[in-house]
């Protein structure tokens, strides 16, 4: 019987060389959620304004209330402590997540896998509309880690659920 996985999502400044995150969040075994929106390090500098579109947070709002680089990974490590966490964008969460956890000089002490290895083949065929679908129902209007990382977590549970139900 496979547990309920813990889903992580960062948002980050933009994509590609020099993009650091600015958000980042999970939904726990249980549903509960934790997020927090990051301040950038004086040497984080890239800002793409297509990704600011997408998130929808201004780079003053976390220079005004983002923590601390070392204060979010402390909390992370904090609440994920020895456990398997998951990203559906495990290429760009790694880099972002090593960003973050370099810039306090820690270490994490959880495992980031990507998601898609615990997504079996039987869950693929549903998976896009039964994530459009959970994204109406909680009413999702944009990118923000922790909803982002709560609609992947009821995406592979509905999924993983019927999948189940086939093979019954």
Not at 36 to 62: F, K, N, T, Y
Request: proline share 4%; glycine share 8%; charged share 25%.
């Amino acid at each position: 019987m496979m547990s309920v996985p813990i889903i992580i999502d960062f948002e980050a400044s933009g994509f590609g060389q020099g993009s650091y995150p600015i958000e980042v969040g999970f939904s726990g075994r249980h549903g509960e959620g934790w997020c927090s929106l990051i301040r950038p390090e004086d040497e984080w500098l890239h800002w793409d304004q297509e990704a600011a579109r997408m998130h929808g947070i201004p780079r003053e709002v976390l220079i005004e209330r983002g923590n601390t680089a070392q204060f979010v990974a402390e909390q992370l490590n904090f609440f994920l402590s020895g456990r398997t966490v998951y990203t559906d964008g495990w290429g760009q969460d790694y880099v972002w997540m090593a960003r973050l956890f370099d810039a306090a000089d820690m270490t994490p002490k959880f495992k980031l896998i990507d998601l898609f290895e615990i997504i079996e083949e039987s869950q693929l065929p549903q998976w896009e509309s039964t994530k459009d679908q959970i994204t109406k129902e909680l009413c999702v209007a944009r990118h923000r880690a922790s909803s982002d990382a709560r609609v992947l977590q009821l995406t592979w549970l509905r999924t993983y659920d019927e999948a189940k139900k086939q093979t019954v």
